[in-house]
């Protein structure tokens, strides 16, 4: 089986072709990031406008890279929220015409389901059931998986996701959007133990995480100590430390909690490398193991939108003609 996948939830467009048996076929993905940095945040009518442009090329381009025809595509997928409504609807509204004029079964898939899955496309794939750590630009989610669509959330912030904290956070230190790379990269010229943020929300029982408080302390630390060069890197350190610590210890109550050995992280912020360096080294530890996508799976892309697409077309799911998007869709 073949499936087309599609996504454009936020800034990404991202096209792929994935086969059951031969893996993925072709990778297409142009990203936004340019356009909005201006702006300092995504611009939502920006992102749908630049969607429209690039997407049937990329997908023209994607069945050119699979060197297949329109006719070997047994299925399409396209993400169908939660995300920007207009960037959304470009890819239903495309996505669900060409499974029409193909004559082929179409499928809504959420976006957060194709980063818990995209592990599964690495050559040592996860085995069910396991505990996921999603952390991206919009969420920050930690799930039981016990298979397709067996889905328990566990913990999630009740504020700002992580990727968010890191954005709004290299903002405040001078950084262009979105500034969670640049952040980390800064990191690490920074002095371990000059600034000791907060852990917040450890120190009670419960899985949820709260990061908007690490924004502020990050703001105050540069009213009081100035923003000189130095002082951003260790600001910078200081913050990192805060939040993979965080993420660290609330991964551990969860696995103690569920008895599981298996930790996936997935979603923007796991391409960060202090938590993966952080996290790998605590599985060592309590003799689990850990799993992530290649970078680029990790922040959106085509490729687990066709994953997770297949896996449910495979269920007997599939789409009536209505065009439904879901910007809010809890997992
Ligand atoms: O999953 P993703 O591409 O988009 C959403 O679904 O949100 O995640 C993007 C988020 C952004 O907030 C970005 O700053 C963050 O992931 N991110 C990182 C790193 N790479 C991407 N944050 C920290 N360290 C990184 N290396
Ligand atoms: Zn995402």
Redesign the pocket.
């Known amino acids: 089986m073949r499936v087309l996948g599609i996504e454009t ?2 800034d ?1 467009t991202g096209i792929a072709i994935f086969d059951d048996r031969l893996g993925i076929l072709s990778h297409q993905l142009y990203s936004q990031v340019k356009l909005h940095a201006d702006y300092g945040g995504v611009v939502p009518e920006l992102a749908s406008r630049d969607h429209v442009r690039k997407i049937l090329p990329l997908i023209q381009a994607a069945l050119a890279e699979a060197g297949c025809g329109s006719d070997e595509i047994d299925g399409v997928a396209y993400t169908a929220g939660p995300g920007l409504v207009g960037a959304l609807l470009v890819g239903a509204t495309v996505g669900r015409s060409l499974a029409l004029a193909w004559n082929k079964p179409a499928v809504a898939v959420h ?1 957060m389901e194709g ?1 818990l899955l995209a592990p599964m496309l690495e050559e040592t794939a996860p085995e069910f059931p396991f505990l996921a750590l999603l952390v ?4 920050t989610l930690l799930v039981r998986v016990d298979g397709i669509g067996r889905y328990q959330i566990l913990g999630e912030s009740v504020d700002d ?1 992580a ?2 904290a ?2 709004k956070t290299a903002k405040l230190l001078g950084l262009d959007y ?4 640049q ?2 990269r800064l990191a690490e010229s920074g002095t371990p133990g000059r600034f000791v943020f907060p852990r917040p929300m450890t120190d009670r029982p419960g899985l949820d995480f709260s990061f908007s408080g690490l924004k502020t302390f990050a703001a105050n630390t540069i009213h009081q100590q100035g923003d000189d060069a130095q002082t951003r890197a260790d600001i910078a350190h200081a913050f990192q430390s805060a939040v993979v610590d965080t993420l660290a210890i609330k991964c551990k109550r969860a696995l103690k909690q569920t008895g599981l050995n298996r930790l996936v992280m997935a ?3 796991s ?3 202090q938590l993966r360096a952080q996290l790998a080294e605590m599985m060592a530890e309590l003799r689990g193991q850990v799993f992530y996508p290649r970078p680029e799976y ?3 892309n085509g490729a687990m939108i066709a994953y997770a697409g297949l896996q449910r077309l495979k269920a007997g799911q599939t789409v009536g003609l209505e065009l439904v998007v879901k910007p809010r869709w809890s997992l």
């Open positions: 939830s936020c990404e976006h980063h991206s630009g919009g969420h996701a990727g968010e890191f954005d979105p500034g969670g790379v952040l980390a979603g923007g912020v391409a960060n490398r990790c922040t959106d």
